[in-house]
């Protein structure tokens, strides 16, 4: 490569993430990704520097920005994900480069904390493992820029639409945790909706606190608009609930009667509470005749048995809490029965779980959705939603965490099928 390029990327010095966030907070939220695109064109040289966006349902990216193409941002084009190299960054979450006579093209993972963003991608007349792990750091960087915008914006949320949203998915969406993923020292949650052709109320959440992670999944009788209504009623109780402080059986009490009391006549729904002590893996649980989960310890996979109490919304009722003791290396796999039904048979779930066992969590969640997705021909009959633990256990109270890729697997420089 011309030195006369190499000395481009030297002479503007190290970049670091404090001078991607100082870039991006000139900006208004709805520009900062632009500005980060021109910053990093600017220091390193680079012909075009691109943002994709992950769309909702993980089948597209969405270019929200190009340096070269389309710098304010003003076309975004929907690029496919499947098969992709951005597909092969995201899963590994491992960067990737190719060199051509033109110059070195990079892709990086957008990820913070475990949940992918999307992906940056840069070409450069010269990226030796220095220059990529600047890269890398200003796409870790850039994630957090990502998610503080996304709070004043409705730009990203528009851009992972690929495809019209009726009022009831509106409204579902809305229940969801903000990221799909979430990775600690001692657990990795990951989780994932596919909607029925008539929405069908299912939810997931979860959040942690500073001694506990919580975990729910719901799934609201009906469809459409009705169910959506119930599934708010059930999500706002939970979390008012577990807001409160109250302990698990409270608030599997107080959803339940959220529904009786301002669900309508027929208001009903099946749900599984979890709670973790993160000190301990000592696991409190909570299920409103809800499908068990499946549980992959030391290499098999098993369904937890678990007593069915009351659905939330028949009567006034005293949920049970039963325990379990979480050992390191444990998978727990909470599903709706939309990844059960007739239709969606043709996915072995316990036999995807085993042979995904040595994936990240957020890669069992994308192949257990396609999978049933695949089998319903892309016509679901009701909800499909997977949430999924990893329990790594109490040896660690800090992540380690890579600056350009959310897994303890990756590295600066580890691309083994790297061609540069």
Sequence with gaps: MDSEWSEVAVDEGVLGPGDVLAAAETAPP?????????????????????????????EHLVRLTSTAQDPDGSAPEAVDLPGSVY???????????????SGVRAVLPVTNRGDCVGVLEVTVPFCDDEVLAQLGQAAHALAYVIVTDRRFTDRYHTGRRTTPMSLAAEIQHQ??????????????????????DDIGGDTYDYTLDRNTLHLSITDAAGHDVASALTATLLVGALRGARRAARDLAEQAGHANQAL?????????????LLRVDLHTGAAELVNAGHPPPLLLRDGVVAELELEADLLFGVRPYRYR???????????????????????????DLPALIHQTAGL???????????????????????DATVLCLDWHGTARTERQADYGADTDTASPAATSDDPV
């Design 30 to 58: 709805v520009e900062s990704v632009e500005v980060v695109a021109r910053d990093l064109a600017k220091r390193l040289g680079a012909f075009d520097v691109s943002f994709l966006l992950v769309d909702l349902v993980e």
């Design 87 to 101: 597909e092969r960054v995201l899963r590994t979450q491992r960067p990737w480069r190719e060199q051509d006579d």
């Design 175 to 196: 229940l969801l945790p903000s990221a799909a993923c979430c990775e600690a020292a001692q657990f990795t949650v990951a989780g994932a909706l596919v909607p029925a």
């Design 260 to 272: 009786l009391d301002h669900g309508g006549e027929v208001s009903l729904a099946t749900g599984l």
């Design 321 to 347: 809490v039963q325990r379990l003791d979480l050992r390191p290396g444990d998978r727990l796999v909470l599903l709706t029965d939309g990844m059960l039904e007739r239709d969606a048979a043709g996915a």
């Design 360 to 382: 990240h969590t957020r890669e069992l969640v994308r192949a257990a959705t396609r999978a049933v997705t695949h089998a319903c021909n892309g016509h679901l009959q009701d």
